[in-house]
């Protein structure tokens, strides 16, 4: 805490070490630090979210692993600055009204023609400066902004947190015109910081009391000569009877508690008031049946479809039963109950009813020993003569029989051609 | 004898006509746009002619093992219409297995079975299309089982598909624009059948109007997507903006082209449109357009049943996703695309019409105090430099 003091004024030299005088106290210092950290995620989370889709703004929620994380993030940060101003006002009551502190901070009219005081000299109008005591016109200029800039936030906040309680009582149009009232806000409050408070206390000289908490005798005499007056003369910082003092935290330690609850309790209905959306990812569609085909259209009618009977060929046993039992020279070997099958599976794809290629069907035996429209094609008992061997037989037709088939038709027609 | 050999002239007739009218189609054809040029039909390669006599005849049929009947007969006229036939494609470029009669044995057991062993023929010539349907919903649909799903020749009957795109720009043709509903309606009827009744269905079924949206315009052709993957919901509103943003259009029915702008600029809005920037592919649960207007039964926001400009029709939508709200107040809460003016929402406009001119006076009284003092300490330790 010394360094500060290292190059003292000349004038201020004596042999003892110069006089510092305490600016703020450990409990001002640290909601400083708490505010400040809490502003400065706000600002980011906040920004990023109302310019949302320039390219800066893209990088910190890519980075945030997501807009969803930076709202997380900024209401844990409006906790935390909520709860900072319940201390602020707690702390600022004992300050009050126990230790019984002068309102050192509330604006009068004496800051505005300080601040008038303090243009015309910088203009060169006048010869000296505005004298100023505790808190300049220009430090209660940035904590009443900040005061306003709380009870906006947080009247704002709390419309777009808890839209469903909102429009209990007021219009469903204060939603969105929070929305534009706590965008705006926080323009005003981070240019303000920027050109305020950046000016003020880090690029005009940069003043260190809110982290050490101390002013030199020289910093106060340019800063706040009439409060060092004050201190001089004795007024300032007066000790106060111990006994009045613990009567006054008796009264005040109660007060304090029920109005700490009652905020505390404020914010907690704040946060967690109402749940506002269901929290199913995502909404869900009405259910749509996916596959539902049209019935297919049915085929052309096929007046036979293949095989056209099914005609189931004799079993080799009850043939040899019936050759046996029967006259050998009755009963031929092959009949249409053999070849008929054959047909429909090699020629009627063509040579079906519905066909009837070249006039020739050879789906029922009729229609076969027909023929085709220029004659018939199968001469009984005659297999060289019958045009169909004969096609056959070369190979090469469509749907070409194989040698086995080929016997059995030769067979078939040289036992005649029968049906059965 | 004589019969069958004039029967062979004629096929070595048909067979070099063939050849010479491929040849020429070939010299004349611009390849640059065509899928696949006909190779001339060689000697070992039979022509369509010949093909056709027997398949041209009604009623040919063959019973599959399952009992089920495939025909096998090609509707002439249908294919003479047909972009292939136009093209000159011979029946054995895509039926590659068979060159003569008997054609070689025929392994399959229903008549699906046919179309899944056929389709993959089409690749030889679309292998583009092709290869985006193996990406599509309808792919992977199949490949997990489903043999129902879709494959070429259910969209596009090869026999009788006529051409779809213009030849020279590529553009898809108005009539084959018409006919894309009904050609996803085979499987998904009931989706046909809602989207017939939607503002952009009924333009398209009953006037044939050419600016609504078929199927393809939102799904996808070929390497359609499944549309409940959160990739496809991030993506809806620039789905929908497409058209909705397009003055050309939207200004024929006099309907507003900022309904994207005012939705991004919501709350909703920004939320999916960030998820659809920073992680398309993960869900949220804040709307896209068709959670409020519907998805294929879209109708007009004025519509008295319907119409969600309606506010007793909005609230409904607001409560799927906040279902504690018993107040139609609260669909004040989302603008309705507006921008806030004096006559619409007008307190949120004249909040933001304060803070227009408050944040540049207090910033500006700031500035011109700092700017001051600034120029005051120059001049006064200049001041003291010539003291």
Redesign the interface.
């Given at each position: 805490m010394t360094e500060n003091t290292s190059t003292p004024a000349r004038e201020l030299i004596s042999d003892a070490p110069p006089p510092e005088y305490t600016r703020f106290t450990l409990s001002d210092r640290l909601q400083h630090i708490v505010m400040l950290v809490s502003f400065i995620t706000l600002a980011i989370t906040g920004l990023a979210?109302k310019y949302?889709?320039s390219p800066i703004s893209?990088s910190i929620?890519?980075f945030w692993g997501?807009?969803?994380k930076v709202r997380a993030t900024h209401h844990t940060a409006a906790i935390v600055l909520m709860l900072i101003a319940v201390y602020h006002v707690i702390n600022l009551g004992y300050k009050l009204f126990v230790l019984r502190k002068p309102m050192t901070m509330l604006p009068s009219l004496q800051d505005a023609r300080d601040?008038l005081t303090?243009?015309a000299?910088?203009?060169?109008l006048r010869k000296t400066g505005a004298q100023m005591g505790r808190y300049t016109f220009?430090e209660k200029a940035e904590y009443w902004?900040l005061v306003w800039g709380i009870l906006i936030m947080g009247v704002t906040g709390f419309i777009?947190w808890n839209?469903?309680a909102t429009?209990?009582f007021l219009?469903?149009?204060?939603?969105?015109?929070a929305?534009?009232?706590h965008g705006?806000?926080a323009?005003?409050a981070v240019?303000?910081i920027i050109?305020?408070h950046m000016?003020g206390v880090h690029l005009?000289k940069f003043n260190k009391s809110m982290w050490t908490g101390k002013l030199t005798e020289q910093e106060m005499l340019h800063e706040h000569p009439l409060e060092l007056a004050d201190i001089k003369a004795g007024m300032a910082g007066s000790p106060t009877d111990p006994a009045a003092l613990r009567r006054r935290r008796l009264i005040y330690y109660p007060i304090a508690a029920l109005l700490g609850g009652a905020m505390l309790f404020a914010v907690y209905g704040f946060v967690n008031g109402?749940?506002?959306?269901?929290?199913?990812?995502?909404?869900q569609?009405?259910a749509?049946?996916?596959?539902?085909?049209?019935t297919p259209t049915p085929?052309?009618?096929?007046?036979t479809?293949?095989?056209p009977t099914p005609t189931v060929p004799p079993s080799p046993t009850a043939e040899l039963a019936s050759g046996t039992t029967a006259s050998t020279s009755a009963a031929p070997a092959v009949t249409w109950a053999q070849v008929g099958p054959i047909f429909a599976a090699k020629c009627a794809?063509?040579h079906?009813p519905?066909?009837a290629?070249n006039g020739l069907n050879l789906s029922t035996y009729a229609d076969a020993m027909k023929g085709a429209q220029d004659g018939p094609v199968i001469v009984p008992s005659d297999s060289a003569n019958s045009k169909l061997f004969q096609?056959q037989s070369?190979g090469g037709h469509?749907?070409?029989l194989s040698a086995d088939e080929l016997a059995i038709i030769k067979a078939w027609i040289d036992s005649g051609a029968v049906e059965r | 004898m004589s019969h069958?050999l004039s029967m062979q002239l004629r096929v070595a007739s048909i067979a070099l006509g063939s050849a010479l009218l491929v040849a020429a189609a070939l010299a004349m054809a611009s390849p640059a746009r065509a899928a696949y040029v006909a190779q001339p039909p060689t000697a070992d390669k039979p022509t369509n002619e010949y093909c056709l006599s027997?398949h041209s005849?009604?009623?040919?049929?063959?019973?599959l093992p399952s009992g089920e009947?495939l025909?096998?007969?090609i509707d002439q006229e249908k294919f003479d219409h047909s972009v292939h036939n136009e093209e000159k494609l011979a029946c054995v470029d895509c039926h590659t297995n068979i060159t003569s009669?008997?054609h070689p044995s025929f392994e399959a057991n229903t008549v699906r079975d046919v179309s899944l062993q056929l389709y993959q023929s089409c690749q030889n010539c679309h292998a583009e299309q092709y290869n985006k349907v193996l990406d599509s919903v309808h792919q992977k649909a199949l490949a997990g089982g489903n043999f129902?799903a879709a494959v070429c020749t259910d969209c596009h009957n090869p026999h009788q598909q006529t051409r779809l795109t213009d030849k020279q720009t590529g553009k898809l043709l108005p009539d084959a624009r018409l006919k894309i509903p009904q050609t996803c309606?085979?499987?998904?009827?009931?989706?046909y059948d809602?989207y017939k009744g939607s503002v952009h269905g009924a333009a398209l079924v009953e006037s044939g109007n050419q600016d609504v949206p078929t199927c393809i315009d939102c799904h996808g052709v070929h390497n359609i997507q499944n549309p409940?993957d959160?990739a496809f919901?991030n993506d809806i509103p620039q789905l929908c903006a497409k058209c909705h943003t397009d003055p050309q259009i939207m200004g024929k029915y006099g309907i507003s082209t900022n309904v994207l702008n005012t939705y991004?600029s919501?709350?909703h809005g920004?939320?999916v449109?960030?998820?659809q920037?920073?992680?398309p592919g993960?869900?949220?649960?804040?709307?896209v357009c068709?959670?409020c207007h519907g998805?294929?039964d879209i109708s007009k926001v004025d519509n008295p049943a319907t119409g969600i400009a309606i506010k007793q029709n909005l609230l409904p939508k607001c409560q799927?996703?906040?279902?504690?709200?018993t107040?139609d107040?609260?669909?004040?809460?989302?603008?309705s695309h507006y921008v806030?003016s004096p006559t619409h929402?007008?307190?949120?406009y004249y909040?933001?019409m304060f803070?227009k001119f408050?944040?540049p006076a207090?910033?500006g009284g700031?500035?011109l105090?700092?700017i001051?003092?600034v120029?005051?300490?120059i001049?006064r330790s200049r001041k003291g430099a010539q003291h």
């Open positions: 979210q949302a889709l893209l929620i890519q997501g807009v969803e601040a303090a243009f000299y910088n203009l060169g220009e902004a777009m839209p469903i429009v209990r219009p469903g149009q204060f939603i969105p015109a929305k534009v009232a705006a806000e323009v005003l240019l303000a050109v305020w000016y005009r109402e749940q506002t959306a269901i929290t199913t990812v995502p909404p569609p009405n749509v049946a996916i596959f539902v085909p049209y085929l052309p009618p096929t007046p479809p293949i095989p794809m063509c079906g519905a066909l290629t096609i070369k469509p749907g070409q | 069958k027997c005849k009604q009623g040919m049929v063959k019973e009947t025909s096998l007969t009669f008997p129902n309606a085979r499987c998904h009827s009931t989706i809602t409940t959160a919901r991004v919501d709350f920004t939320t449109t960030l998820f920037q920073v992680s993960t869900p949220t649960n804040k709307p068709t959670d998805v294929h799927r996703c906040h279902p504690t709200v107040t107040n609260f669909t004040d809460a989302w603008m806030a929402f007008p307190l949120v909040v933001n803070y408050f944040i207090v910033i700031m500035l105090f700092v001051v003092d120029y005051g300490r001049r």
